[in-house]
């Protein structure tokens, strides 16, 4: 079964710095797709950030050249978001997830339980 853990969300300043990390466990083989995505409240769940499997990395224009995801040198099941320049706007829960490449063809989404970051004076 697969597991996400997030962790590192919280309380900070506009124009802070905050790094989340995720640990995904239960996967029977290399993610084809790990990523980040937020929802505030009141707006739809948006994809922040991913990392294919190639380590090809892909952002959403409202956090280009602030947010940075990678992946683990140890454990590629382990991946971060370092989040710079933070906003108000950056407001949100954020999520984990995982994009596998099941046997039948077919791709399955899994989601961590999320962590709140809270951009505020």
């Known amino acids: 079964q697969v597991h996400l853990v997030e962790s590192g969300g919280g309380l900070v300043q506009p124009g802070g710095s905050l790094r989340l990390s995720c640990a995904a466990s239960?996967?029977?083989?290399?993610?084809?797709?790990m990523g980040w995505s937020r929802q505030a409240p009141g707006k739809q769940r948006e994809l922040v950030a991913s990392i294919t499997r190639s380590g090809e990395t892909n952002y959403v224009d409202s956090v280009k050249g602030r947010f940075t995801i990678s992946r683990d040198s140890e454990k590629d099941t382990i991946i971060y978001l370092q989040m710079d320049s933070l906003e108000p706007e950056d407001t949100a829960i954020y999520y984990c997830?995982?994009?596998?490449?099941?046997?039948?063809?077919?791709?399955?989404?899994?989601w961590g339980q999320g962590t709140q970051v809270t951009v505020s004076p």
């Open positions: 997830n995982v994009r596998m490449l099941q046997a039948t063809g077919l791709e399955a989404d899994y």
């Open positions: 239960g996967l029977i083989s290399r993610p084809r797709r």
